[in-house]
């Protein structure tokens, strides 16, 4: 009953004689606890019966004391306490033996067996228990999750760490990972010739949106591979750029990660525009945005490498207001509420309720955040600190 039923299922894959014949014992828990348990009393009793015998004929009546006394200690610690501990330890080491022999002796005591389970089965049903309805074994996101961190050595840490953020996806959706419009860069076909090709080479991106006027007003996506194909003698070619745009792809802002992931890869895109319910262009999210969600950024260290998140010397750090809050959680092992805005900038004006005419500390938490910047109604830079908390 100690064998861990997900290794047994393991092992009948591997074709393990021992893991099928526990299998077919654990199949009908209540015959295989009713077979061992009437071996026992049958032992048990006739082991009591013989020693209190014995004992009357050597000490008389005091022998039923003596013989109750000393075959309790027995029973307790050779025939209970010590194998049961054991095969609790090693239930592997002690259940796929033991199957050679209780096995074939279901078979045998199968008729004693089966009339006990019957008048067993008869008193649950009595108590309001059905016993043929077992637990489910299905094994929750929740309850995965703890098995991930608990495998230990089992499962390199690396390892666990992309399990448990292929369980977050569920929780997460595009607008949290999700470029803002405003830090989108892209090609206006408004614009001249030479301001589209300098947009092109600026741009560290391997696909651009391209729009007319306003970024609510996209086009297609051009592929930075397609660059020769637009580029002729005179320079840039329109039509040629209008023509080797892809599709552009909307996706609502509330889509899950996971379901994103697999429309990413059933669709066959690799960039999606996001909009809100009024079909307002809300930012850009790639591909390789949800694997970084999964994998890890593709950097060694965030905080050192994206210019958005600056450590000081006193312990604090000095944040770009436009720095989603995942993104600081991620950075510092922080915990910054999610709920709400998706940017420091809007968790900190939601908190404010109001924009400050100038530098503004709050508390949130364990966090302190103050104000260094604030541009055009959108905070540009925090410094922010974590307080230890006091201990009670």
Not at 15 to 44: E, F, Q, Y
Not at 180 to 190: Q, S
Request: a negative charge.
């Amino acid at each position: 009953m100690s064998l861990n039923r997900y290794r047994l299922k393991h092992l009948l894959k591997s074709d393990h004689r021992g893991a099928k014949r526990a299998s077919k014992l654990l199949d009908r828990p209540d015959s295989l606890i009713g077979l061992i348990l009437i071996g026992n009393n049958l032992v048990n009793i006739m082991a009591s019966a013989i020693a209190t015998v014995i004992a009357i004929r050597l000490w008389g009546d005091a022998g039923i004391l003596v013989a109750t006394v000393v075959l309790t200690l027995v029973i307790l610690i050779f025939s209970e306490i010590t194998p049961k501990t054991i095969a609790a330890m090693h239930p592997e080491t002690i259940a796929f033996p033991a199957s050679w022999v209780l096995l074939p002796l279901l078979k045998v005591m199968y008729p004693v067996v089966w009339l006990v389970s019957r008048v067993t089965n008869a008193l649950l049903r009595v108590c309001g228990f059905d016993p043929d309805k077992q637990d489910d074994e299905h094994v929750t996101a929740e309850e995965l999750r703890t098995i991930v961190t608990d495998a230990g050595k089992l499962i390199p840490t690396r390892h666990r760490g992309m399990l448990l953020n292929i369980l977050d996806l569920e929780g997460v959706t595009v607008d949290d990972i999700m470029v803002p419009r405003n830090e989108v860069d892209g090609i206006d076909l408004d614009d001249s010739n030479g301001e589209i090709l300098s947009a092109i080479q600026q741009s560290s991106h391997t696909r651009l949106p391209v729009w007319r006027d306003d970024i609510n007003n996209i086009v297609g996506v051009l592929h930075m591979r397609h660059i020769s194909l637009i580029l002729d003698s005179q320079g840039l070619d329109r039509a040629a750029l209008e023509r080797e745009m892809e599709e552009t792809y909307f996706i609502p802002e509330s889509t899950p990660l996971h379901t994103q992931l697999l429309n990413f890869q059933q669709k066959k895109h690799r960039l999606a525009v996001v909009v809100d319910e009024y079909g307002e262009v809300m930012g850009l999210v790639a591909l390789e945005d949800i694997l970084e969600e999964i994998v890890g950024d593709f950097t060694s260290n965030l905080a050192e490498t994206v210019g958005n998140i600056y450590p000081q010397r006193d312990g604090s750090f000095v944040i770009s207001g436009t720095a989603t809050v995942r993104e600081v959680n991620k950075s510092l092992k922080w915990q910054l509420p999610t709920d709400g805005p998706k940017t420091l900038s809007g968790l900190l004006l939601e908190h404010l309720e109001s924009f400050p005419d100038g530098n503004t500390g709050l508390a949130i938490g364990p966090y302190r955040l103050e104000i260094l910047e604030l541009r055009s109604n959108v905070v540009q830079a925090v410094k922010a600190s974590r307080v230890a908390e006091e201990s009670s």
